[in-house]
């Protein structure tokens, strides 16, 4: 089992940057690729980017690339989610997931936080 918690969502500008947190207890943080998913209101939720265990290699959906940055560090057992440039449609409940192996849909991940809400003002 993992459990997830993330931090740091709040009320923010629009051209403004937050940073992400997701804390991670439980079996062996390093071992897991970590992602983060996002959910506006009445919309699905959506992939936004992934980091493999050692932290070389990361993906991310063309809705966030060159704006948000994910980043993990192992020590710490902590992934994060740096973004910047953020616009009135990042605003969402942002969840952090792990999985065993990487994927791009919800389904693709076992565990899951609670999330925390972004919201962006115009």
């Known amino acids: 089992q993992v459990q997830l918690v993330e931090s740091g969502g709040g009320l923010v500008q629009a051209g403004g940057s937050l940073r992400l947190s997701c804390a991670a207890s439980g079996r062996s943080f390093s071992g897991y690729v970590m992602a983060w998913f996002r959910q506006a209101p009445g919309k699905e939720r959506e992939f936004l980017a992934y980091i493999r265990s050692t932290g070389y290699t990361t993906y991310y959906a063309d809705s966030v690339k060159g704006r948000f940055t994910i980043s993990r560090d192992n020590a710490k057992n902590t992934v994060y989610l740096q973004m910047n440039s953020l616009k009135f449609e990042d605003t969402a409940v942002y969840y952090c997931?792990?999985?065993?192996?990487?994927?791009?849909?919800?389904?693709?991940?076992?565990?899951w936080g609670q999330g925390t809400q972004v919201t962006v003002s115009s």
């Open positions: 997931a792990a999985d065993r192996t990487p994927g791009l849909v919800v389904r693709g991940y076992d565990y």
